[in-house]
Every structure is written in structure tokens, then in C-alpha cells.
């Protein structure tokens, strides 16, 4: 041992061994330098590096598989989770006020905790956002997920990190794994567009992320568009098209919404020329008010390419129908997340813009937790197989779900066909929560069921009990527009006419609906009056209403496409939470929303 242990350590090495060592720092060496010889570009080339190691790790982790697994036992895990999620959490305040401590099984948990709504965590929910610890979770939570939900009004919800992950792993990698095994190669090249959501955090700050950005697995997407807070929405979308543009191999498109790839594929037919010179030149169009710095970044990172941009020049030229494969060859999927009110822009994206690609909405969540993922990307149809792991599930026959506390099932206990309210339990502090959406059992995965999301019941019109849901609505306005000839619907959203007040005119409760059409510029008052016919056809409680005069009729306006944005835009702000993570609110509930679309009327 003398002789050898005066010798240097790498004197032992194989070569083979030295060879990969060498090869490694060679490698390394490299990447350095050229992160100091390259600036942004060097960046670039370390998120790819990234990007590329997330989807090597997702493809080694077989969320998959764990899921298959799950719902072959989903009673058992059901059970097990809720008792483990009541033991965790049975010294925090709730806990010890509610008696966690003597809830043995599911049975007595159910008999003894009375199904809640929002509200009934709210006071909690200030006192732990303004620095008290070990309220509805143990110590304080990791973040504050907060979601606009329908009205505009911003809700709080807390997230430990566990949590946090555990969505992403049941999921985030589910669905990437499911979108990989179905269309084998498309992780290569995705591209998401959104919005840089605000750094946010509470009186003793505590993180206030929104939803759904919780979710995201920025590593996965194309390295980031440089942006600038002072730029509009219009301007950040249209710079993240242009580079999505540059990219003739783009294989996924992506963003929160269906809605937000409607306004994005709408930038672009009003824009594509300037878009196209863009590329050509390699510079990014002097009549957005971009600052000088952020432009600098930009354009740093644009090439001029005058191929590609023939290319899409001859492709637009042809018109806008199938344009996003036409734009994007290798595209396989676009992706964002179904919503309530969320039927009209996936219609028409899958019939004109997206024609012949599949539309995957890949899971079914909220703020308050995972509930199931979408395991077949090219159904029409947007299916769910719940999660046994995720949160504890319990559902209300609909017929019963107007009761304040009506008898619940549990997940073995639910008929393929049948409709339910959702109840859940999660792991952060909400406990037989009422989510107020709708669902319908079609089919079962192993043990555990496959839902279809119908409606949110605060979406619901009803002025005298007749409670009209949005997609009911919806298909009856579909019905309506068919028979306005050389109409196409664009956009709408409806009221019911006490939230105007005397705007609305007139004694008798009704509803105010706003409309956007193309190929008409306006309608007579018989065509108008279709709509109210139609609805009487679909709800016969609405027609018996009509009949006795106690419900007056439907009143309908004419509005302009950008009414809508303005909409959204408004509900952005009154949530302080960023465009993309705002649904499109089709029951208007909230005054201030009310008058904004009301101003917009043009006849």
C-alpha cells in the first residue's frame, strides 16, 4: 500500500474511464464557454438542456402506471386518504373544532361533517393569509393558489408543496406521458402561450400563485419570450406568435385555455402580414410600443429567415381554414384546458382553424385540487378517469343537489349514466367541499368512473326556480342562431335581468342576452324572438313561467367581438390575476360586468 499511495488518484482509471471524464469535461467546458461567448443564445441552449432532462425524467417515471394501479383498488386508496388527511390535520384549528379525532371511517366522517361552501372557510382563510399558522393545515401553507372563479371575485385557496407535486406527478406527467405514448415524438418542440403571471404574496409572504399556472412544468415548453409589464396582451401574443411561426416544426401548442388560442389565432388573421415581414426582416414590427431593452431582447433572438416567410405568405394566401397544420406540419395535438363556457371556442377552432388536429383537454382540476385526467387525446369528447389518490370524492345525485346538505355516494358507489354534483376532501384544509360542477358518470376505468364536466351550477339562469344551465342555454342558442340564415355565433353571455337592475327595464324577471354574429348586421325583432321561442321548446318549466307571465321575454342585443375581450379583461382585473387564468364568464353574476356589456350594445 506504501508504493500506491503516493501515487495521484486518477492513476487508477481505466481507460475507458478516462476517456468519458475527458468527455465530460470537454462538455462541459464547451457549454461554458458558450454561455459567455453567446449571451442569450446561450440561454437558450440551457433551457433545451433542460427541457430536454424534464421529459427524460417523465418517461422513467410511469405516472401511468401508478394510475392504472390506483383505480384497480380505488375504494381502499379512497379510504386510506381520507383517514390519513384527518389524522394529519386533527390538532389544527378545524380539526380540534370539528373533532377529527373521533372520525374512525368514511360513515362517520360523512354523518358527523356537514358539507361546506366557500364561505365557510373564508374567515380562516384571512386569518392565515395575514400570518396566523395552524388553521386549516399544520403551521402555514406553501402558497396561496388563488382562481377568479365565475363572478370575478378572487378566492383564496392554500397548497402545501407536497401537494403541489402530487398534481403535477397524478396529472401533469400523466398527461404528458398519455400525449407521448399516443403520438410518439411530439414532446420534442411544444409551445405554450401565456402570460408571465405576477409575483404576488401575502401580509407575512406567504407565495400567491395563480391557477392554473400551479400546474406547469415550464421546462417542458420552448425557452421563454423576452416581455416587458408595460406591454399589452395583444403585443406579448403577437411577439410569442411570431416566434411560434419561425418554428416550422413546432410538434404541441398549448395555453390555459381554449378561449386564449381563439384570441391568438384571431391576432393572427388581423396581423399575419406584418407577422410575415417580421420574419422576413428578422425584426419585430415598430408599431407595438415595446421598451427599447425588452425590443433589444427580442430582436437579438430573431434571424431574418425570407424562406419561412414565403412559405407562411403562401399558406395565408390560401385562406384560414385547417391554417394551423398548414402552418405547422408536425404539429400532432393542441392542448389547453376544457372550462365551463368553453364549447363555443372549441367548436370553433376544431371546425376551421385546428381542423384535422386533435383538441385535448387533458385534465379536470381547480384551485382546490387534481380530479381526473384525460387518458384518450383524440376523442371529440373530453372524458376524465378520477384519481382515486388526488382528493376524496363524494357526489349528490343532481335531482337532490338544491337540498343544503343532501345524502352523498361514494366513488364505488355511482351509475355509469347518471348526473352528480361533486364533492371533494383535499389534502390542504377543504372538507366536503362543494365545487358546484356538474358532472356525468359515462363509463367506469378499473373501479374508478370516467366523468363528462356538463355545467357550473353558478352559471345557472333562474329568475323564478326554472335554473337554465349555461350548456342548456348554450344548445339552445345554437338551435336559435341555425335559424338566422347566413349567421354565425362568435361570442355571447347572458343575464338575468335583476343583476342590471333598472337598466333592464321592465316589471317582469328575464333575461338579457348579448350576442356576436358574423355575416348578419342585425336581426328583426321575430328573429330575435327565436330565442325565447327555442328556450320555451327546450325547458318546459321556463314555457310554463312564460305562459303564466311571470317570467318576461328574452331580450337580445348586438354586440362586437372585442365586447368580449373587454369582458375578460375586466375580469382580470377586478381578480388581479392574469388574463389566461380567467374563464369566460357566460352568466354574467357581478354588476360591474353587467353595465360594461350592457354600454357595448350596438342594436
Excluded at 418554428?247 to 391568438?264: G, K, M, Q, R, T
Amino acid at each position: 500500500m506504501g508504493v500506491f499511495s503516493s501515487l495521484p488518484w486518477f492513476m487508477f482509471w481505466t481507460g475507458k474511464t478516462m476517456y468519458f471524464v475527458i468527455l465530460t469535461v470537454v462538455t462541459v467546458a464547451s457549454l461554458l464557454l458558450l454561455l459567455l461567448w453567446n449571451g442569450k443564445r446561450g440561454n437558450q441552449w440551457m433551457s433545451e438542456l433542460k427541457r430536454w432532462r424534464s421529459l427524460k425524467v417523465l418517461s422513467k417515471e410511469k405516472q401511468r402506471k401508478t394510475l392504472e394501479e390506483d383505480t384497480c383498488n380505488a375504494q381502499k386508496i379512497q379510504e386510506n386518504l381520507l383517514l390519513e388527511t384527518l389524522y394529519y390535520h386533527q390538532d389544527t384549528e378545524y380539526g380540534l373544532q370539528h373533532s377529527f379525532r373521533d372520525f374512525q371511517d368514511v360513515h362517520s366522517f360523512q354523518k358527523n361533517h356537514p358539507l361546506t361552501h366557500y364561505n365557510d372557510y373564508k374567515d380562516y382563510l384571512q386569518r392565515t393569509s395575514q400570518g396566523e399558522e395552524n388553521l386549516l393545515v399544520p403551521g402555514r401553507p406553501s402558497v396561496l393558489v388563488a382562481s377568479p372563479g365565475t363572478s370575478g371575485n378572487r378566492s383564496m385557496v392554500p397548497m402545501s408543496n407536497k401537494s403541489r407535486s402530487e398534481r403535477v406527478l397524478q396529472g401533469r406527467a400523466v398527461y404528458l406521458e398519455t400525449v407521448y405514448n399516443t403520438f410518439p415524438g411530439t414532446l420534442e418542440k411544444v409551445f405554450k402561450f401565456t402570460f408571465p403571471p405576477p409575483i404576488n404574496q401575502s401580509d407575512v409572504g406567504i407565495p400567491i400563485v395563480p391557477y392554473p399556472s400551479t400546474l406547469h412544468m415550464q421546462d417542458v415548453y420552448s425557452p421563454p419570450v423576452p416581455v416587458h409589464p408595460s406591454m399589452s396582451h395583444h403585443e406579448v401574443l403577437y411577439t410569442q406568435l411570431l416566434f411560434s411561426l419561425k418554428d416550422p416544426d413546432l410538434s404541441v401548442i398549448e395555453a390555459n385555455f381554449f378561449w386564449l388560442l381563439h384570441y391568438v389565432f384571431s391576432i393572427l388573421e388581423d396581423c399575419w402580414e406584418s407577422l410575415v415581414t417580421d420574419i422576413q426582416k428578422g425584426r419585430l414590427s415598430s408599431e407595438l410600443k415595446v421598451p427599447l431593452e425588452t425590443r433589444k431582447q427580442i430582436e437579438d433572438l430573431l434571424v431574418p429567415d425570407a424562406s419561412r416567410a414565403a412559405e407562411l405568405r403562401a399558406q395565408f394566401q390560401k385562406g384560414f381554414h385547417g391554417i394551423v397544420k398548414r402552418m405547422w406540419p408536425r404539429l400532432q395535438v393542441v392542448v389547453a384546458l376544457e372550462s365551463g363556457g368553453s364549447d363555443l371556442d372549441r367548436q370553433t377552432l376544431q371546425d376551421r382553424l385546428c381542423h384535422g388536429i386533435p383538441l385535448y383537454s387533458p385534465t379536470y382540476c381547480a384551485a382546490e385540487g387534481l380530479y381526473g385526467v384525460n387518458l384518450w387525446p383524440k376523442d371529440d369528447v373530453s372524458q376524465y378517469v378520477l384519481c382515486p389518490r388526488s382528493v376524496f370524492f363524494e357526489f349528490i345525485p343532481v335531482d337532490t343537489s338544491e337540498q343544503e346538505q343532501p345524502a352523498t355516494l361514494c366513488l364505488q358507489d355511482v351509475s355509469a349514466d347518471k348526473v352528480y354534483e361533486l364533492v371533494i376532501t383535499n389534502r390542504d384544509g377543504f372538507y366536503r367541499y362543494r365545487l358546484g360542477d356538474v358532472v356525468q358518470v359515462t363509463s367506469f376505468y378499473n373501479q374508478s368512473p370516467v366523468v363528462k364536466f356538463l355545467y357550473r351550477k353558478s352559471q345557472t339562469l333562474n329568475v323564478r326556480g326554472e335554473r337554465i344551465s349555461e350548456c342548456g342555454f348554450y344548445k339552445a342558442l345554437r338551435c336559435t342562431v341555425a335559424l338566422w340564415p347566413g349567421a354565425t355565433l362568435l361570442n355571447y353571455c347572458c343575464l338575468e335581468s335583476g343583476v342590471l337592475g333598472q337598466l333592464s327595464g321592465g316589471s317582469d324577471p328575464h333575461y338579457e342576452v348579448f350576442v356576436a354574429l358574423k355575416g348578419v348586421r342585425n336581426l328583426s325583432e321575430e328573429q330575435r324572438y327565436k330565442l325565447d321561442q327555442t328556450l320555451q321548446e327546450h325547458f318546459p318549466i321556463y314555457k310554463s313561467f312564460r305562459f303564466k307571465g311571470s317570467i318576461g321575454p328574452v331580450r337580445l342585443h348586438l354586440t362586437s367581438p372585442k365586447s368580449f375581450l373587454r369582458l375578460l379583461n375586466l375580469a382580470s382585473d377586478l381578480s388581479a390575476l392574469p388574463l389566461d387564468c380567467i374563464q369566460p364568464p357566460r352568466t354574467l353574476k357581478h354588476r360591474e360586468m353587467a353595465e360594461m356589456i350592457w354600454k357595448q350594445v350596438l342594436s
